[in-house]
């Protein structure tokens, strides 16, 4: 059986179309795309990453290298990796998501956790629109499809010194169901490495499964197929079914439909492109038209689609980007276990899946978080109050090439060991000793890998506080979250684990990254949370943005705060439920008859289609007589801010500010004929270049664009500088930025501030000026020109033809004739005092 469908081959500009298009093959994304295929409905679904069927994933260290996903520079690997400001990130690329990395537990969300109108230090509230009681019945279904299983072996040396170490500090501990399988069959005894039986659906691999070896690979993909990865379950199931599983297809855009769906659109990253650079911004884009658009690329993913494409999505909640956290989560490491004799202890870490048990520690919520295990004190907030956030700590197991790569770490006694036996060999040979049987020595050099076998890391999650903002940044997600706000959380968290490993006479050690307060996440959440309303949250409690029906966010990106526990179960389980609600929805609404078939676009939508009578005045073709006209051009760069849903300039600049949210481009202004130019009253030019915005997904090339030096309007002593400038955002959405600058002679000297002040509006779709009263306003801003950057504006200024010097002549009279009309009477006021 195939493992993947490869996107049909047609024109890139053709548009196919289908019922649903899933974005993302995690949790939510797989959920999705197998109850929709079950329940009768076209999937494609679209996967950036790679198929991995067992034995595929990398070990050795030259493909380790390779292991990581950035097609522009030839890596189409596993492991996708995230900096930000307070901390990093760690997730997935490939055919079944974060299944592929992640560590098989599915516990679900505690019931108390599911809070409502939590304080947060900065203001707003953590609020779950849905409960436990919600979820029960999801659940369940999930846990049976994934086969949750505890942990059957009972002398695995980490997990026994887990549960010894919990009793003896008075917490409970408990075995949490994994998505793993220890038995060929249901029923039957737990045995490595044993032939697993397919079920009904098959494989989409198609490639034989084995019980879980206790290899501690989980983390790094299973080659054995023994963990019950999305790709085997929900993924397969969903291919039985029908839906067409695409992966190397990563989605750049999406935009609502006129007649009601969304055009998805994506490129293909090529298999034969891995291993060498690509500029991916000049690949071919698909498209595809769709009734149900699900957003599930994870929580960096979905939030990075809809942050790129607000602009096609007019009147979004204000809560976009906001919510975010990173489940609590934190590593530890216990380090020199010793036994009651003080001898080390073997933790064996590198044995069993990589998370075999959890300690829960208790919430205020719960009435469980009491003065036990309260941490060290800190004035830093926690969630607006002193309440104590719960949390569960998992073993962390390891591959066994850590255990090597831990001991050659360690140099002193490697480097004492290794000269002991150099020295021993050069003995005999020189005294030509009969001994010839050297595996004693052999053993000694070895050493006896106390340091990596009384040691092990441990994983700490729990409830940390959901503060954290992303947005765009020159076009690169960014996250703005620290652990400031939830230190006493993770001091709390640094406590437990400190207190489990003098249980096991261990040493506590932080990763080195907590020397700095930061954190690595695996789980990160939030950026489209789910609310009551639009002014709480971008999705309803069943995934379904306000005000745009049938587009769903079905992935961690849509939970308004911490799951608490491992989140993976928790997000299938949403996904699932609200498949149950699109699949009723859809069951009692007519198809519309359109459904499926591409709408032809606003002919404006299209750059040159304007109808001609509508067109900015572009400057006269032709020559003057006595031979070719002289051009000129010049560059001017402007920067400042703007902000969605306003339609005040002022305001725009005034909330952009305060959400860091940046708007500048760079233009290079040219007439191909300065006399024309300056002959005609609009004094019309043209604009290329490029504009970046954060609010419309970062750098935009300027598909068409017009200027006007000055134009005059109803007052006979004001001019106007016009920009028109007709952009195309990542989702493929046209927009058009309007600008003026406003030449007038108010009271002062305001003429610095009036030819360098820009008051800017982006208008939805390619408008033309006529319209421009009429069209829906997606934002508003207010560029300037700063003193540097004007300086650098003079010296760009270019002429091509047989005038060069009479041209330049030609145009500083036009512009400063033209400012001297505005500004002369405030002059000769001035002069008279």
Same mark, same amino acid.
């Given at each position: ?116 109108? *939590? ?20 659940? $369940? ?32 501990? *408990? ?20 032939? !697993? ?90 498209? !595809? ?41 934190? =590593? ?22 990589? !998370?075999? *048990? ?36 998992? $073993? ?7 255990? &090597? ?20 060999? =050069? ?36 409830? $940390? ?15 703005? &979250? ?58 309803? *409690? ?28 928790? !997000? ?45 005045? +572009? ?130 000297? $305001? ?22 009263? +009429? ?56 002069? =008279?005092?």
């Amino acid at each position: 059986m195939a493992s993947h469908n490869r996107p049909a081959q047609r024109p890139p500009t053709a548009t196919e179309t289908t019922d649903a298009v899933v974005v993302g093959s995690g949790f939510g994304g797989s959920v999705a795309a197998h109850r929709l295929a079950e329940g009768g409905r076209s999937v494609v679904l679209l996967e950036r990453g790679k198929p991995y069927p067992p034995g595929s994933f990398a070990r050795s260290p030259a493909a380790m290298s390779r292991n990581f996903w950035d097609p522009s520079e030839g890596l189409h690997g596993l492991f996708d990796l995230w900096s930000f400001r307070g901390l990093e990130g760690v997730v997935s690329s490939g055919l079944g998501g974060g299944s592929l990395i992640y560590a098989n537990v599915l516990l679900r969300k505690d019931e108390h956790w599911f809070v409502h109108e *939590s304080p947060l230090p900065g203001g707003g509230y953590e609020n779950w629109p849905l409960g436990r009681q919600d979820l029960d019945p999801h659940y $369940d279904r999930v846990e049976r499809m994934l086969g949750a299983t505890p942990y059957p072996y009972t002398d695995t040396p980490k997990t026994v010194a887990l549960h010894e170490a919990a009793d003896g500090a008075g917490l409970p501990v *408990s075995r949490p169901p994994l998505a793993v399988t220890f038995a060929s069959r249901p029923g039957a005894p737990p045995v490595p490495g044993a032939p !697993i039986d397919e079920p009904d659906y098959g494989n989409l691999h198609g490639l034989p499964r084995s019980t879980c070896r206790l290899s501690g690979e989980c983390d790094v993909g299973c080659n054995y197929g023994s963990k019950n990865t999305l790709d085997h379950t929900y993924l397969s199931a969903a291919h039985h079914h029908g839906a067409d599983l695409r992966t190397r297809c990563e989605v750049r855009g999406f935009s609502p439909r006129p007649g009601g769906g969304y055009e998805v659109r994506y490129v293909v990253h090529e298999e034969e492109a891995e291993g060498r650079r690509t500029p991916t911004d000049r690949l071919p884009v698909r498209r !595809i038209a769709c009734r149900t658009l699900v957003l599930a690329a994870g929580t960096f993913g979905s939030s990075y689609l809809l942050l790129r494409n607000r602009a096609a999505l007019p009147g979004i909640s204000a809560a976009l980007g906001t919510r975010f956290c990173g489940n609590g989560d934190l =590593l530890g490491l216990l380090l020199h276990a010793t036994d009651a004799q003080g001898a080390p202890r073997s933790l064996r870490g590198s044995t069993g899946p990589v !998370i075999t *048990s959890a300690v829960r520690v208790g919430d205020t919520l719960d009435g469980e978080g009491g003065a036990e295990h309260d941490g060290a004190e800190h004035d830093g907030a926690d969630g607006g109050s002193r309440d104590r956030r719960g949390f569960y700590v998992e $073993d962390a197991g390891y591959p066994a090439f850590v255990d &090597w790569l831990a001991e050659a770490a360690q140099m002193p006694g490697s480097t004492r060991r290794m000269l002991a036996f150099a020295a021993h060999r =050069l003995r005999a040979r020189l005294s030509r000793s009969p001994q010839s049987n050297i595996s004693r020595r052999m053993s000694t050099l070895l050493g006896p890998a106390e340091f990596s076998d009384a040691s092990l890391p441990l994983l700490g999650m729990g409830r $940390d506080v959901p503060d954290g903002r992303m947005g765009l940044r020159n076009g690169y997600l960014d996250v703005d &979250w620290t652990t400031a706000t939830s230190l006493r959380y993770f001091e709390r968290l640094r406590s437990v684990m400190s207190d489990l490993g003098a249980e096991l006479g261990a040493e506590f050690h932080d990763n080195p990254l907590w020397w700095s307060h930061r954190v690595i996440t695996v789980h990160p959440l939030g950026g489209a949370p789910m609310g009551r309303h639009p002014g709480e949250g971008v999705c309803d *409690s069943f995934g379904e943005v306000f005000g745009f029906p049938g587009l769903y966010v079905l992935d961690g990106s849509a939970l308004p705060g911490p799951v608490g526990a491992n989140p993976s179960l928790t !997000i299938a389980a949403f996904a699932d439920r609200a498949c149950d609600r699109l699949l009723e929805q859809e069951a009692s609404t007519p198809r519309h008859p359109d459904a499926g078939t591409p709408t032809p676009t606003d002919p404006r939508d299209t750059p040159g289609s304007r109808p001609p009578d509508d067109s900015p005045a +572009d400057p006269p073709a032709g020559s003057p007589a006595g031979g070719r006209p002289t051009a000129l051009s010049f560059t001017e760069e402007m920067k400042g801010h703007a902000a969605l849903g306003e339609q005040d300039p002022l305001r725009g600049r005034e909330t952009g500010r305060q959400l860091r949210q940046r708007l500048s481009f760079r233009l290079t202004i040219t007439t191909d004929d300065v006399d024309r130019f300056a002959d005609d009253p609009a004094h019309p030019a043209v604009a290329t270049g490029h504009v970046d915005c954060d609010v419309l997904g970062g750098r935009l090339p300027v598909e068409r664009g017009s200027f006007n030096l000055f134009t005059r309007g109803d007052d006979p002593a004001d001019r106007r500088m016009l920009y028109r400038l007709e952009l195309r955002d990542p989702g493929g959405n046209p927009v058009t930025l309007t600008g003026h600058k406003d030449i007038r002679d108010d009271p002062g000297a $305001d003429v610095w501030q009036d030819t360098t002040t820009l008051y800017v509006r982006l208008l939805a779709g390619h408008v033309a000026p006529r319209d421009d009263a +009429d069209a829906p306003v997606l934002g508003a801003g207010v560029l300037t020109i700063r003193p540097d950057d004007f300086a650098q504006q003079l010296t760009t200024f270019r002429t091509d033809g047989p005038h060069p010097g009479r041209a330049l002549q030609r145009f500083g009279r036009l512009f400063l004739g033209e400012l001297w009309d505005v500004y002369a009477p405030w002059l000769g006021r001035e002069g =008279l005092r």
